[in-house]
């Protein structure tokens, strides 16, 4: 089955940074998008960035551009989120996500704080 599982969250400082991995099982990893969202308390799920299969195309939110940056590893079955110059308002559950054959897919998320 389709599991997806998030690390790398933590707390960090304002202008810090943090790497955050998804780690991908149980369906063809190189022949599909994977996306990065966030919620945060009391607001919606938010899109962060997307990466098309191949890694060529990527997309991001307004809000993190020039900032946050997504890569894939498809010999390893997993996407990364480095997080640079990161700001209080990046705080939120961070979730990996994939669509397989009309199904969505989420992780269980890992927490960002970032706060002095």
């Known amino acids: 089955q389709v599991q997806l599982v998030e690390s790398g969250g933590g707390l960090v400082q304002p202008g810090g940074s943090l790497r955050l991995a998804c780690a991908a099982s149980?369906?063809?990893?190189?022949?599909?998008?994977m996306n990065w969202y966030r919620q945060a308390p009391g607001k919606e799920r938010e899109l962060v960035a997307g990466?098309?299969?191949?890694?060529?195309?990527?997309n991001y939110a307004d809000s993190v551009k020039g900032r946050f940056t997504i890569s894939r590893d498809n010999a390893k079955n997993t996407v990364h989120l480095q997080m640079n110059s990161l700001k209080p308002e990046d705080t939120a559950v961070y979730y990996c996500?994939?669509?397989?054959?009309?199904?969505?897919?989420w992780g269980q998320g890992t927490q960002v704080t970032v706060s002095s």
């Open positions: 996500k994939t669509t397989v054959v009309a199904k969505t897919y």
């Open positions: 990466i098309g299969n191949t890694g060529r195309i990527t």
């Open positions: 149980g369906f063809t990893f190189s022949s599909y998008a």
